[in-house]
T-cell receptor
Framework: AQSVTQPDIHITVSEGASLELRCNYS??????LFWYVQSPGQGLQLLLK??????LVQGIKGFEAEFKRSQSSFNLRKPSVHWSDAAEYFC????????????FGKGTRLSVIA | GAGVSQSPSNKVTEKGKDVELRCDPI?????LYWYRQSLGQGLEFLIY????????KSGLPSDRFSAERTGGSVSTLTIQRTQQEDSAVYLC??????????FGAGSRLTVL
């Protein structure tokens, strides 16, 4: 069965520091991988996605993620965090084809301190 | 519309009452999904509609939950005889393909 693990429930970083949010997945075939961000009271906004090709993908707001098949990981990174990045981050995996629903991790809450 | 619209944004109800949550997907999107987001639990898949096909109801937690999609557009999620454990944010998403799902802002349900 498909599953996504985000091992960190809550992370606190200082503004300007680098960030890495971990995501591991279990999937029987080539996955599509996503990172979404949810600000308080808001819906989910797509940050970036990986379908194929270059394993380092760039997203919005200065985020990037790297797909590592050997580690079944798709970690999200940002070199310098801004206070506005404080939010909940969700990793998700989807099927290679069709419209099967995305499977989400439980999320990582990011706090940013001055 | 330009985005996925959900109503109401907030709903407070008493235990045992029925509630209906509405989702207006992006025009032309053939797929529609409902998820439930409980505190600390991530997003739990509930039900999925694709065109005229029979919906995938495999995620519905009990027979108190049901959903319909009329005319391939608007969807209504109904929860009968609500329980306190039903309190959550219910998110709707629509897409042409699951790779490009767009989410609404959600309906926050509180059952007293």
């Amino acid at each position: 069965a498909q599953s996504v693990t985000q091992p960190d429930i809550h992370i606190t970083v200082s503004e300007g520091a680098s960030l890495e949010l971990r995501c591991n997945y279990s999937y029987g075939a080539t996955p599509y991988l996503f990172w979404y961000v949810q600000s308080p009271g808001q819906g989910l906004q797509l940050l970036l996605k990986y379908f194929s090709g270059d394993t380092l993908v760039q997203g919005i707001k200065g985020f990037e993620a790297e797909f590592k098949r050997s580690q079944s990981s798709f970690n999200l990174r940002k070199p310098s965090v801004h206070w506005s990045d404080a939010a909940e981050y969700f990793c998700a995996v989807g099927a290679l084809s069709g419209n099967t629903p995305l499977v989400f991790g439980k999320g990582t809450r990011l706090s940013v301190i001055a | 519309g330009a985005g996925v619209s959900q109503s109401p944004s907030n709903k407070v109800t008493e235990k045992g009452k029925d509630v209906e949550l509405r989702c207006d997907p992006i025009s032309g999107h053939t797929a529609l999904y409902w998820y439930r987001q409980s505190l600390g639990q991530g997003l739990e898949f509930l039900i999925y509609f694709q065109g005229n096909s029979a919906p995938d109801k495999s995620g519905l937690p009990s027979d108190r939950f049901s959903a319909e999609r009329t005319g391939g557009s608007v969807s209504t999620l109904t929860i009968q005889r609500t329980q306190q454990e039903d309190s959550a944010v219910y998110l709707c998403a629509s897409s042409l393909e699951s790779r490009l799902a767009v989410f609404g802002a959600g309906s926050r349900l509180t059952v007293l």
